[in-house]
C-alpha cells in the first residue's frame, strides 16, 4: 500500500486501534484470510494477533483499491519471473 501511494490513509485506521500503519495493513491481511510475510525481525511483529479490526476499519481499507488501474508491480496471475 505504501509504494501504491496510500500511506496517507492508513495511520487513521491506526490510531483507532492504538496500532501503527504496518500492524493495521498486516491484520488487515490476515482477517481477509491472505498469506502475509512481514519483513520484520522486531520481536513485536506478533502484535497483529492481538487486536482485530472492525467492520468499519476492514471496509475503509479494502475501500482503498484502486484496481487495475492503481497497480504498481506486475499481475500476480501474469507474472512469470523465476530467477536462475
Not at 482485530?52 to 475501500?63: H, P, R
Not at 482503498?64 to 530467477?83: A, I, K, Q
Request: with cysteine.
Amino acid at each position: 500500500m505504501v509504494r501504491g501511494g496510500s500511506r496517507d490513509h492508513c495511520p487513521e485506521h491506526g490510531i483507532a486501534v492504538d496500532r501503527n500503519a504496518a500492524e493495521v495493513v498486516l491484520r488487515w491481511h490476515v482477517q481477509r484470510g491472505d498469506i502475509v510475510f512481514p519483513k520484520s525481525h522486531d520481536a513485536g511483529a506478533d502484535r497483529i494477533f492481538e487486536f482485530e479490526l472492525d467492520e468499519t476499519a476492514m471496509d475503509a481499507i479494502s475501500a482503498l483499491d484502486r484496481g487495475e488501474s492503481g497497480r504498481t508491480g506486475p499481475h500476480p496471475d501474469r507474472f512469470d519471473y523465476v530467477p536462475d
